[in-house]
């Protein structure tokens, strides 16, 4: 049996998420509710947000629109830019345990990597002619570096898990 939309209220979403560690942020422009909390993965200090589908009015948004989306993000020079691959969470009566697991997900080893090069994180980048997916050093744009996953072997891409601070 599918799973049914559930709309989380502003309490429900706030009372979570900050009894996880995550603080409300103000963000220009976003239609949404945004939490924040710093997370340790591979020697790198990392906010992982969760845009909530929750309105600051409080009302959640309609079925169709309503995953919550999490995604790591660091600071370089020109600001504050994404790492690894984000990932939906829909809003369903499970959403609590649904949104633990999204959080173990985005963290984990098979979503965020080090460039084997200078050792900053990679980001899914996708091949312009191909369309092919394809891991690629974040600091590229900023310093050249071209590192890939194929650089290392297998054992090196292994990291110490997150921490979540």
């Not at 909530?52 to 009015?57: E, L, Q, S, Y």
């Not at 993000?73 to 649904?98: H, Q, T, Y």
Request: hydrophobic share 35%.
């Amino acid at each position: 049996m599918a799973a049914h939309y559930y709309p989380i209220t502003r309490e429900e979403i706030h009372e979570f998420l900050t009894g996880l560690g995550f603080v409300p942020l103000n963000l220009k422009g976003v239609v949404e509710l945004v939490y924040a909390k710093i997370v340790c993965v591979g020697g790198h200090r990392l906010s992982l947000r969760c845009y909530t589908a929750v309105n600051p009015n409080g009302e959640s948004r309609e079925k169709g629109t309503d995953a919550i989306r999490f995604q790591l993000f660091m600071r370089v020079e020109d600001g504050i830019v994404p790492v690894g691959k984000p990932v939906k969470c829909l809003r369903v009566k499970s959403w609590r345990a649904n949104l633990r697991k999204a959080i173990e997900r985005v963290v984990e080893p098979s979503n965020f990597r080090l460039c084997p090069a200078c050792g900053s994180p990679q980001v899914l980048r996708r091949n312009k002619s191909t369309g092919d997916e394809f891991w690629g050093c974040r600091m590229y744009r900023i310093t050249g570096c071209k590192g890939k996953p194929g650089d290392v072997s297998q054992s090196d891409q292994e990291r110490t898990p997150a921490v979540i601070v």
